[in-house]
């Protein structure tokens, strides 16, 4: 059984950086494709960025491109996403979530292909 379980949520002004973690456990990181997803106050959960289990260069949303930077800890069996330059419409609960599958490129911004999912931690950009 997959565990994930999220930290480092926090408020901050807009302009901060934060780093989200989310430490795996039951599983080996490098066996499993990673995502994280968000949802803010409102409105439905949406793709942040993804990992796949294969390797190469993880995927993003247009919004997190250039800011969020998704990264993998293998020693740790941990999965980092780096924010910077936060904005108020990031303020969300980020969730991690995990499959076992290696998905394919048209999936990984699918929460319906994760079978795993965290808790989340609350992000909170407010000036």
């Known amino acids: 059984q997959v565990q994930l379980e999220e930290s480092g949520g926090d408020v901050v002004r807009p302009g901060a950086s934060l780093r989200l973690s989310c430490v795996v456990s039951?599983?080996?990181?490098?066996?499993?494709?990673m995502a994280w997803f968000r949802q803010a106050p409102g409105k439905g959960r949406e793709f942040v960025a993804a990992a796949r289990r294969r390797g190469g260069s993880p995927i993003s949303a247009n919004f997190a491109k250039g800011r969020f930077t998704l990264s993998k800890d293998n020693s740790r069996n941990t999965l980092n996403l780096q924010m910077s330059n936060l904005e108020a419409d990031d303020t969300a609960v980020y969730t991690c979530?995990?499959?076992?599958?290696?998905?394919?490129?048209?999936?990984?911004?699918?929460?319906?292909?994760?079978?795993?999912w965290g808790r989340g931690t609350q992000v909170t950009v407010s000036s």
């Open positions: 979530a995990a499959d076992v599958t290696d998905l394919i490129t048209s999936r990984l911004a699918d929460q319906r292909a994760y079978d795993y």
């Open positions: 039951g599983r080996s990181l490098n066996t499993l494709t």
